[in-house]
């Protein structure tokens, strides 16, 4: 696994993330690992999502848990549509192929364009009998975009915005539908030689932007956001191809083991080891001489002090008692001269 195959799947999963949270979900933080060990083909989509479609399609479709498990498993799908790519020329299949992908697994009507009226917030969306002609028109103005470096990023961002307004009134899916169209503008970007990094603006500054498109036909907040999650897109080298097909986790975790080492690979490794060992423990060796010999010579300056301490008083005291047997033998010698006078 190379830096840059590292680099390009975190870009991915980041900005479908972002795509998905503008729509007020979070996913749990699982969702993160499992999705780059997906984008990097160390975990097989089918088998590791094969249990969570079956458990949710138990589910009410009106419940709490059912809307999770929708949004759960549109993220992981947008991560495999996003890494594929689309073909070039975009066109109005490819659109719907996008949104049967993604949303297809809970959503029997998902790939199919809108068939009922919609409000929001009071404002109609396209009528579901233009949808169809809407968006090939559409798709047919994204098309003569020229590439980049021929158009600027300025430029450029000022006919996203401009796409984006129209799709949003337009409203072509019936559930998931905004989702779909920012992953739609992902892959059309990079056709078109730029990165849509939606991780560089927070979910609410894209919602809001979205709304004010739609509501109030202003497009500024939207041309401003496309400017700032716009780059030109890196070239990226191929990666090399993989053993065998993509592996669930269980059969991952079974591999984490370390392989073990050849004999010389041990001896090469062990070798400098147990000589800088040895090195170490003859400096603690003489550390601790030195260490061991200032010690005892401290310890001899303390008996030395400690017996001349002990011997002061002693030679005081003797003194003292010399002079007074002297002055006492005097004293007699004195008294024995008078008397013999």
Avoid: W
């Avoid at 009507?109 to 009922?116: C, F, L, Q, V």
């Avoid at 470096?149 to 009134?169: C, N, Q, V, W």
């Avoid at 999650?229 to 890196?234: D, F, G, N, V």
């Amino acid at each position: 696994m190379s830096g840059m195959e590292l680099y390009e799947a975190n870009k991915i999963l980041r900005t479908v993330k972002s795509a998905l949270s503008a729509d007020g979900y979070k996913l749990p933080p699982s969702a993160d690992a499992d999705g780059l060990m997906m984008l990097l083909d160390r975990l097989d989509p089918d088998k590791f999502l094969a249990q969570k479609i079956k458990h949710a399609r138990t589910a009410d479709k009106n419940s709490a848990a059912y809307n999770r498990s929708f949004h759960y498993l549109a993220f992981f799908r947008a991560l495999i549509a996003v890494k594929n790519g689309m073909p070039a020329p975009v066109t109005y299949t490819s659109a719907m192929l996008l949104h049967k992908t993604v949303c297809g697994d809970l959503n029997a009507d998902a790939g199919k364009p809108r068939a009922a009226e919609l409000l929001t917030d009071g404002n109609a969306h396209t009528d579901p009998k233009y949808i169809a002609g809407s968006l090939k028109s559409i798709i047919t103005k994204m098309n003569d975009t020229e590439i980049a470096p021929t158009i600027s990023k300025e430029d450029f961002a000022g006919y996203l915005s401009h796409y984006m307004r129209e799709l949003l009134i337009m409203h072509p899916f019936d559930r998931g539908s905004d989702f779909t169209l920012r992953l739609f503008l992902v892959m059309f970007s990079k056709l078109k030689g730029f990165s849509l990094l939606l991780y560089r603006s927070t979910p609410s500054a894209i919602k809001d932007a979205e709304d004010k498109a739609f509501k109030t036909d202003d497009v500024t907040p939207l041309y401003k956001l496309f400017l700032n999650c716009l780059s030109y897109e890196r070239p990226t080298a191929p990666s090399p191809a993989r053993d065998g097909a993509p592996r669930t986790r269980r059969e991952l975790a079974r591999d984490l083991r370390r392989p073990a080492r050849k004999n010389n690979e041990v001896a090469a490794v062990q070798q400098p080891a147990t000589a800088r060992r040895q090195k170490a423990r003859g400096r603690r060796k003489i550390e601790r001489g030195r260490i061991k010999a200032r010690h005892s010579l401290a310890a001899k300056n303390i008996q030395a002090q400690r017996a001349a301490h002990r011997a002061y008083p002693a030679s005081r005291k003797n003194r003292g008692r010399r002079i007074a047997v002297r002055h006492a033998h005097s004293i007699k010698r004195r008294q024995n001269r008078q008397r013999a006078k």
